[in-house]
């Protein structure tokens, strides 16, 4: 099985900083593209960061230049850097990677449980 383990979130004032942990683990062969989203309560999930196998970058643009996204590829990590925290940042934050297993042909999709971010004074 394939496992995704996040950690790092917790509650930070406004203009603060958290590093966000994703590693993943168990029968895994390649990572294509690993990535963050967020939910806040009553909104959809969105698309935070994404970062492609050959280290690739994606945005969104209301995090653009306050988070960075990149990873450890020996260590099957991604992390999420954000800086200059917001209150409209709270949300849970959710790590994904399409991973292909020994044995398999195909890359699939897997999440982690999500972690609480919470800005607040």
């Known amino acids: 099985q394939v496992q995704l383990v996040e950690s790092g979130g917790g509650l930070v004032q406004p203009g603060g900083s958290l590093r966000l942990s994703c590693a993943a683990s168990?029968?895994?062969?390649?990572?294509?593209?690993m990535a963050w989203y967020r939910q806040a309560p009553g909104k959809e999930r969105e698309s935070v960061a994404v970062?492609?196998?050959?280290?690739?970058?994606y945005y969104a643009e209301s995090v653009k230049g306050r988070f960075t996204i990149s990873k450890n590829n020996a260590k099957n990590t991604v992390y999420l850097q954000m800086n200059s925290l917001k209150p409209e940042d709270t949300a849970v934050y959710y790590c994904?990677?399409?991973?292909?297993?020994?044995?398999?042909?195909?890359?699939?999709?897997?999440w982690g449980q999500g972690t609480q971010v919470t800005v607040s004074s």
């Open positions: 994904n990677a399409a991973i292909r297993k020994y044995y398999s042909d195909d890359y699939l999709n897997y």
């Open positions: 168990g029968s895994i062969f390649s990572i294509n593209a």
């Open positions: 970062i492609s196998s050959s280290n690739t970058t």
